[in-house]
């Protein structure tokens, strides 16, 4: 550990939650060089949906790195990169009846975010984009000025500004329908909302909290877009790729954006890769206009059209993911019902869930003994709050029950008050 203290930047955070030197893993285990076993329910924040080396990945990268496959090919045409384009259009494009074109961007979600508010813009000629409280967008200057969470945007050391923040689905109460208020505020000349070229808004706030919105707010909010001319940008980086059980994230709801930003899993196998998809008619780049040296990894494009023919060409993954889901839902509606006093909640959908402890310190207590009992997990919110399931969507049923049987020990020492835990008490599982 000591060159970490001698030279990396302070900046480093999970590191901090998760003290070890990890040197290997597979599917949703992980282990340090001391050879202690770890359950992953962080799961690359959501870029390992499945799995730590997956093996129908792991061969078919093997293969094209020994046969000297393109490994950088900034955007040229490559064979890997035609090959992932068909695949997705036959398997994820077509079936669902939608019909966009794809930009690849530099290789992270905040760099897709910047090239689809960039595009909202020099598409309608307005420069506002309406954001939603809670939301995390990334953290580059565009993208920050579209996050809510203060801890990130007052690290800008600069104004953030062309956004208008309004309150997210349930942020005002259960009874309150925000798209509402926007729809007011966008019809009212003296509201002091320009007219913005789009919204953009995540279907579940992964980093926010957890916070799904519904079915019938999203279709609304979608409305409100259409009657005012706005583009709608649906921010589908942590939450998409099978996460809430369909490969979209808003499947459920049958809207139909006009933008859509992938990364995180979109490369199956934790490599770096985002994209945009939008309607061919907002496709006005001119070559070059946004670019990045890194948006040709080929490396990745082979990976993600694998997880793509192995994982999407039927509904069998999305009924397994959905079924795991339920099971997660009634285990931690269960330990909700029992601990907690009756201020705890779960949160969000699919296999993107949580418990809100209302406590930031509580909620790091629990992470923390959770992490000395073998089980990797993080906690999000506007105050760290949640604590967040993400593991891999890959998960075996007896480490799904295992991972949540830690949290559910976990929450129960807490709450019976025993969170002191000396550091000698370790309760690792061996390699």
């Given at each position: 550990m000591k060159i970490f203290d001698e030279i990396e930047s302070e900046v480093q955070s999970y590191a901090r939650s998760f003290p070890r030197v990890f040197n290997r893993a597979k599917g949703e285990l992980m282990w340090d060089e001391e050879g202690n076993q770890y359950l992953d329910f962080l799961a690359g924040a959501g870029t390992l949906n499945y799995g730590h080396n997956n093996p129908l990945f792991k061969q078919v990268l093997q293969d094209y790195i020994q046969s000297d496959g393109i490994t950088h090919g900034l955007d040229m045409h490559t064979k890997a990169k035609g090959e992932f384009l068909q695949a997705l259009n036959d398997k994820i494009l077509k079936p669902r009846n939608m019909e966009y074109v794809v930009q690849f961007t530099g290789p992270t979600g905040t760099n897709a975010v910047e090239a689809a508010m960039k595009i909202a813009r020099n598409v309608t000629g307005q420069q506002n984009i309406v954001t939603f409280t809670n939301g995390f967008h990334g953290v580059s200057l565009g993208s920050l000025a579209a996050t809510g969470n203060s801890h990130h945007r007052d690290a800008a050391g600069v104004s953030l500004n062309g956004t208008h923040r309004m309150p997210y689905d349930n942020y005002l109460g259960k009874n309150i329908d925000t798209t509402e208020y926007l729809d007011k505020v966008l019809a009212d000349s003296s509201s002091g909302i320009n007219s913005p070229a789009a919204i953009i808004v995540e279907t579940v706030q992964g980093e926010g909290g957890i916070n799904a919105a519904s079915i019938e707010w999203l279709r609304n909010l979608q409305a409100v877009c259409k009657k005012h001319g706005l583009l709608f940008i649906v921010d589908d980086i942590q939450a998409g790729c099978g996460r809430t059980g369909n490969?979209?994230?808003?499947?459920?709801?049958?809207?139909?954006?006009?933008?859509?930003?992938?990364?995180?899993?979109?490369?199956?196998?934790?490599?770096?890769?985002?994209?945009?998809?939008?309607?061919?008619?907002?496709?006005?780049?001119?070559?070059?206009?946004?670019?990045?040296?890194?948006?040709?990894?080929?490396?990745?494009?082979?990976?993600?059209?694998?997880?793509?023919?192995?994982?999407?060409?039927?509904?069998?993954?999305?009924?397994?993911?959905?079924?795991?889901?339920?099971?997660?839902?009634?285990?931690?509606?269960?330990?909700?019902?029992?601990?907690?006093?009756?201020?705890?909640?779960?949160?969000?959908?699919?296999?993107?869930?949580?418990?809100?402890?209302?406590?930031?310190?509580?909620?790091?207590?629990?992470?923390?003994?959770?992490?000395?009992?073998?089980?990797?997990?993080?906690?999000?919110?506007?105050?760290?709050?949640?604590?967040?399931?993400?593991?891999?969507?890959?998960?075996?049923?007896?480490?799904?029950?295992?991972?949540?049987?830690?949290?559910?020990?976990?929450?129960?020492?807490?709450?019976?008050?025993?969170?002191?835990?000396?550091?000698?008490?370790?309760?690792?599982?061996?390699?």
């Amino acid at each position: 550990m000591k060159i970490f203290d001698e030279i990396e930047s302070e900046v480093q955070s999970y590191a901090r939650s998760f003290p070890r030197v990890f040197n290997r893993a597979k599917g949703e285990l992980m282990w340090d060089e001391e050879g202690n076993q770890y359950l992953d329910f962080l799961a690359g924040a959501g870029t390992l949906n499945y799995g730590h080396n997956n093996p129908l990945f792991k061969q078919v990268l093997q293969d094209y790195i020994q046969s000297d496959g393109i490994t950088h090919g900034l955007d040229m045409h490559t064979k890997a990169k035609g090959e992932f384009l068909q695949a997705l259009n036959d398997k994820i494009l077509k079936p669902r009846n939608m019909e966009y074109v794809v930009q690849f961007t530099g290789p992270t979600g905040t760099n897709a975010v910047e090239a689809a508010m960039k595009i909202a813009r020099n598409v309608t000629g307005q420069q506002n984009i309406v954001t939603f409280t809670n939301g995390f967008h990334g953290v580059s200057l565009g993208s920050l000025a579209a996050t809510g969470n203060s801890h990130h945007r007052d690290a800008a050391g600069v104004s953030l500004n062309g956004t208008h923040r309004m309150p997210y689905d349930n942020y005002l109460g259960k009874n309150i329908d925000t798209t509402e208020y926007l729809d007011k505020v966008l019809a009212d000349s003296s509201s002091g909302i320009n007219s913005p070229a789009a919204i953009i808004v995540e279907t579940v706030q992964g980093e926010g909290g957890i916070n799904a919105a519904s079915i019938e707010w999203l279709r609304n909010l979608q409305a409100v877009c259409k009657k005012h001319g706005l583009l709608f940008i649906v921010d589908d980086i942590q939450a998409g790729c099978g996460r809430t059980g369909n490969f979209f994230s808003f499947e459920e709801a049958g809207i139909e954006p006009d933008i859509i930003t992938l990364s995180k899993s979109l490369s199956g196998y934790g490599l770096p890769f985002a994209l945009v998809l939008m309607k061919p008619e907002l496709d006005q780049w001119k070559p070059g206009e946004h670019n990045g040296t890194f948006r040709g990894n080929n490396l990745a494009f082979v990976t993600a059209k694998a997880a793509i023919d192995h994982y999407w060409s039927d509904d069998n993954f999305s009924r397994e993911i959905k079924r795991k889901g339920k099971y997660i839902s009634e285990r931690l509606g269960s330990i909700v019902s029992q601990y907690g006093e009756g201020n705890f909640t779960t949160k969000g959908r699919g296999m993107f869930q949580g418990i809100d402890c209302v406590s930031g310190e509580l909620a790091e207590k629990i992470t923390k003994l959770a992490f000395k009992q073998g089980l990797i997990i993080e906690t999000s919110g506007a105050d760290d709050q949640i604590v967040k399931l993400l593991c891999p969507l890959v998960i075996t049923d007896q480490n799904l029950k295992k991972g949540i049987d830690i949290i559910e020990s976990a929450i129960r020492e807490v709450c019976a008050g025993e969170q002191d835990i000396p550091e000698e008490r370790v309760y690792f599982e061996a390699c």
